[in-house]
């Protein structure tokens, strides 16, 4: 294969690879989502599975798989250049308000990412354990990129970072929010020229129930990702 053959396969390739919207919505709240005119599009829940579709009768087909909790939606002809709301209730108790709007756009998975914990679920996955033992697995789950059952795992960005020393930032990255516990990731960056030892104890403030730190030693400029849970009331 030339190399114009192979860049001609890339080109076809690339745009089936990344049509996935990943839309992150709360209960109870409305997100805007768009939908193929004329084809199926699938939406489904992170770590979860569509239990319940409600919505205007006659503006859309729709078919469930019942194995993945996932569905398949594909508006009228009537409704394909009109837009409307999709009601979807969850496995585990979320409620979501879709405002589905049609374009003249290929197929696309639709990925929704909970912002809001299911608490029920939560609540038992955190009462499952002895107290100290449901901490450490909290830990654990942060550091292996797994979502304790029930948890709503938030990505935040871009967030300015904290000093907390002379040398010392930490900027938090992600949240595991649960019934009562949250979990925090965050990167810590050591800003100055020397070496620097981080100490667990540092990091106990307030509410805070454990704390885990990947390397306690930093080198001048180096980062190293910190782990805590914290006592948490929505």
């Known amino acids: 294969m030339n190399k114009f053959l192979l860049l001609m396969v890339l080109l076809i390739i690339q745009p089936v690879a990344f049509a996935l919207q990943v839309k992150s919505i709360q209960d109870n709240k409305s997100v805007l989502i768009k939908i193929s005119a004329k084809e199926q599009s699938r939406i489904f829940v992170y770590h979860d599975r569509i239990a319940v579709v409600r919505?205007?009768?006659?503006?859309?087909?729709?078919?469930?798989?019942?194995?993945?909790?996932?569905?398949?939606?594909?508006?009228?002809?009537?409704?394909?250049?009109?837009?409307?709301?999709?009601?979807?209730?969850?496995?585990?108790?979320?409620?979501?308000?879709?405002?589905v709007m049609p374009l003249d756009v290929p197929s696309e998975t639709i990925e929704l990412k909970p912002l809001s914990p299911s608490h029920l679920i939560a609540s038992r996955w955190e009462k499952n354990s002895p107290y100290a033992e449901t901490i450490i697995q909290l830990i654990n789950a942060m550091v292996n990129d797994v979502n304790p059952d029930g948890y709503a795992v938030m990505?935040?960005?871009?967030?300015?970072?904290k000093k907390i020393s002379n040398c010392l930032t930490m900027r938090l990255l992600t949240l595991y929010r649960g019934d009562k516990l949250q979990g925090e990731i965050w990167l810590v960056k050591n800003e100055g020229k020397t070496f620097t030892y981080l100490r667990s104890s540092d990091f106990y403030q307030g509410n805070v129930l454990g704390v885990s730190i990947q390397n306690e030693g930093l080198l001048p400029f180096a980062e190293t990702y910190l782990y805590r849970v914290v006592r948490y009331d929505d």
């Open 155 to 161: 990505n935040l960005g871009k967030v300015k970072p």
């Open 55 to 99: 919505g205007l009768e006659g503006a859309y087909d729709l078919k469930k798989d019942d194995k993945l909790g996932d569905i398949y939606i594909q508006p009228t002809p009537y409704y394909q250049q009109r837009s409307f709301n999709l009601f979807i209730t969850t496995e585990q108790g979320h409620t979501y308000n879709l405002l």
